[in-house]
């Protein structure tokens, strides 16, 4: 067990809904990056927070959104969903901007039918 | 923009050795991780090089070389739960934290 804690693990929603998926980083951990990882890529960066500023972008699709809230947890907003969308979501956390050690959660699984 | 190569799969049978080689080209340089993955599973952390050299852990090492853009993922003794993949990871720059990973190379122990 990582210490961070995402939720729901699994969500199958139809195209053209919303879905928020929900992390908790590790106690103390004020980093938080999010990761999508299809069946045929990698895992993609998707965008980075820390201390509840923005800190970097990666291939984010502006349909997609996130943020950190004070309580240091992070959402990220998914909509307009497409087929496409189906992926292994990830969360992962650092205590600091230059955490050699990053922890991921398990992951939510969406499946956009 | 960030390139990352490892082969797509490999085999090897249980109680060997297996080299998981990565090649990278960044702009800029700051760390380079490797992580194991099952399928289905989180990544979890298995090394973190920042300078030359290899660094062991148990049955795990990992070797890099920064002027090659190179390093490896050395597994020893494989047993059978290493059947995994393994992701070799970079860290860019020193105001860029975020990793980039390759897409993965499949492990997959014999007996």
């Known amino acids: 067990d990582s210490g961070v804690t995402q939720t729901p693990k699994h969500l199958i929603t139809a195209t053209g809904q919303r879905v928020t998926l929900r992390c908790s980083p590790r106690?103390?951990?004020?980093?938080v990056y999010w990761y999508q990882q299809s069946l045929d890529q990698g895992l993609q960066f998707l965008i980075q927070y820390y201390n509840g500023e923005e800190r970097a972008k990666g291939n984010i699709l502006e349909r997609f959104s996130a943020q950190q809230f004070p309580d240091l947890h992070s959402e990220l907003n998914l909509s307009s969903l497409e087929l496409g969308d189906s992926a292994l979501y990830f969360c992962?956390?650092?205590?600091?901007?230059?955490?050699?050690?990053?922890?991921f959660g398990e992951g939510s699984w969406l499946t956009v039918v | 923009g960030q390139n990352i190569d490892q082969p797509t799969e490999m085999t090897a049978t249980e109680g060997a050795i297996v080299q998981i080689n990565c090649t990278y080209q960044?702009?800029?340089?700051?760390?380079l991780f490797w992580y194991q993955q099952h399928a289905g599973e989180a990544p979890t952390f298995l090394s973190y090089?920042?300078?030359?050299g290899l660094e062991e852990k148990g049955r795990f090492s990992s070797f890099l070389s920064r002027s090659k853009g190179y390093s490896y993922l050395l597994l020893k003794e494989l047993q059978m739960k290493d059947s995994a993949s393994y992701l070799c990871a970079v860290r860019a720059g020193s105001n860029d934290y975020k990793l980039s990973f390759g897409a993965g190379t499949t492990v997959t122990v014999r007996a």
């Open positions: 992962a956390s650092t205590q600091d901007l230059s955490g050699n050690t990053i922890y």
């Open positions: 090089n920042v300078l030359d």
């Open positions: 960044t702009s800029g340089f700051n760390g």
């Open positions: 106690s103390g951990d004020l980093s």
